[in-house]
C-alpha cells in the first residue's frame, strides 16, 4: 500500500452542527488516507458520522448549521478546508466526484440525462464545444454499461428504471476524470441484482481508470466483495481500521466484532439473528470514556472514565479500544 500515491488525506477532521440544542460534533478528530486505485470502505451504523464525513470531503455540508471547525482535508497536498465556495466549485467533480445514496432525488427531473452530463463536462472544460461535450457524454454512458447511448441522452431520469439511473450517477461523477470518487450507499435502493452489477462496475472502473474510491456503507457483504482497506466508526469516532482481511479474520474491537455477528449466516441455523443492544448514542452527548462503553460486553470502569487512544496494534491494524492496551504502540 506505501508503494501506491496517497491522493487524499484527512488529518484531525472536526465537522460540528450549530443548533439550539448546543454544538454537535458529528465528525471528531478522524484521520484516515486514501492511495492511487485503492477502494476504502467506511462502514457503521447511521448516525455514526459516515455521510458527514463524505458532505465535509466535498464541502457540501449544508451550512448553517453545519460547519468544518477543525482539521485538513489534503488532497495531493491541497488543503480543500480552506477554499473558498468558487474555489471549491473547480474541484468538485472535477479532481473529487461523489456518487449520493438516492439517484432519483439527485437527478434533476426537469433536465434531460444529456443536458446534465454535459454541464458538468462545460463547467470544468471551458474551451469545449457543445459536440465536444456530447461526444464525452456518449463515451461516458458506453463506458458504465448502458445501452443505446445516443439516445438515452435524450432522456428524463423518471424513464430511466432505478439501476440505469444509478449508472448515469456514476456516469456523471466519472465524467471528468475525477481522481477521487466517493460512493456513499451507492446501491442502497437497489435490487441485490442491480446491486452486484453496480458493484462490479465500479471495481472495473477502479481497475480500468486507477481512480481512487472511497465506498460509504452499512453493508459488510459489499465491503467484503470490493474493497481492499476498511475503516469502522461509531459516534463519530474511527474506532479501526485494517484491511478486509484483517477485519473479518481478526476484528479486534467490540463494535466491529458485533458488527460482523450481525451478518446472517446462512450455513446455520439460528433461532434469532444477532444484533448489538442499544443505540447508536446522540453526536455530543459523550462528553468522557468510549463511546461504545454503554452497549459493549466487555466494558470496565476504565471506559467510562477515560478515551481510549487508537492503538497500533499491527502495520496494517489499529483500533480504540482499551483491550489493545500493552499489544504495540498508540498513535493518537
Not at 434533476?108 to 454535459?118: A, R, S, Y
Not at 466483495?225 to 459516534?235: G, H, P
Amino acid at each position: 500500500m506505501s508503494k501506491r500515491k496517497e491522493l487524499l488525506k484527512i488529518k484531525g477532521l472536526e465537522t460540528t452542527f450549530f443548533t439550539d440544542d448546543g454544538q454537535i460534533p458529528a465528525v471528531d478528530n478522524i484521520d484516515f488516507s486514501v492511495h492511487e486505485g485503492e477502494i476504502l470502505g467506511i462502514v457503521g451504523e447511521s448516525g455514526c458520522g459516515k455521510s458527514v464525513t463524505s458532505l465535509s470531503i466535498m464541502g457540501l455540508v449544508p451550512s448553517p448549521p453545519g460547519k468544518i471547525t477543525g482539521g485538513q482535508i489534503l488532497l495531493e497536498g491541497k488543503d480543500l478546508a480552506k477554499l473558498s465556495d468558487k474555489e471549491m466549485r473547480s474541484v468538485r467533480g472535477k479532481d473529487v466526484a461523489m456518487i449520493f445514496q438516492e439517484p432519483m432525488t439527485s437527478l434533476n427531473p426537469l433536465f434531460t440525462v444529456g443536458n446534465q452530463l454535459m454541464e458538468a463536462i462545460l463547467i470544468h472544460n471551458k474551451k469545449w464545444t457543445k459536440k465536444q461535450a456530447r461526444e464525452r457524454a456518449v463515451e461516458i454512458v458506453k463506458l458504465v454499461g448502458l445501452p443505446r447511448a445516443e439516445d438515452l441522452l435524450n432522456d428524463y431520469p423518471h424513464q430511466l428504471s432505478g439501476g440505469m439511473r444509478q449508472r448515469v450517477m456514476i456516469a456523471m461523477a466519472l465524467v471528468c476524470d475525477p481522481k477521487v470518487l466517493i460512493a456513499d450507499e451507492p446501491t442502497t435502493a437497489l435490487d441485490v441484482t442491480i446491486q452486484a452489477q453496480i458493484l462490479h462496475l465500479m471495481r472495473d472502473l477502479n481497475k480500468r481508470l486507477n481512480t481512487a474510491v472511497l465506498l460509504i456503507t452499512h453493508d459488510l457483504g459489499v465491503v467484503a466483495e470490493t474493497c481492499q482497506r476498511v475503516i469502522v466508526m461509531y459516534a463519530g469516532k474511527v474506532v479501526e481500521e485494517a484491511t478486509v482481511e484483517d477485519i473479518f479474520n481478526n476484528p479486534q474491537h467490540p463494535y466491529t466484532q458485533g458488527l460482523i455477528k450481525s451478518v446472517p449466516d446462512m450455513r446455520y441455523k439460528k433461532d434469532s439473528l444477532y444484533s448489538i443492544q442499544g443505540n447508536v448514542p446522540k453526536p455530543g452527548s459523550i462528553k468522557v470514556g468510549c463511546r461504545f462503553a454503554a452497549r459493549c460486553e466487555f466494558a470496565t470502569d476504565r471506559c467510562l472514565k477515560e478515551n481510549p487512544p487508537l492503538y497500533q496494534t499491527s502495520e496494517t491494524h489499529k483500533t480504540r479500544c482499551f483491550l489493545m492496551d500493552g499489544k504495540e504502540g498508540k498513535t493518537q
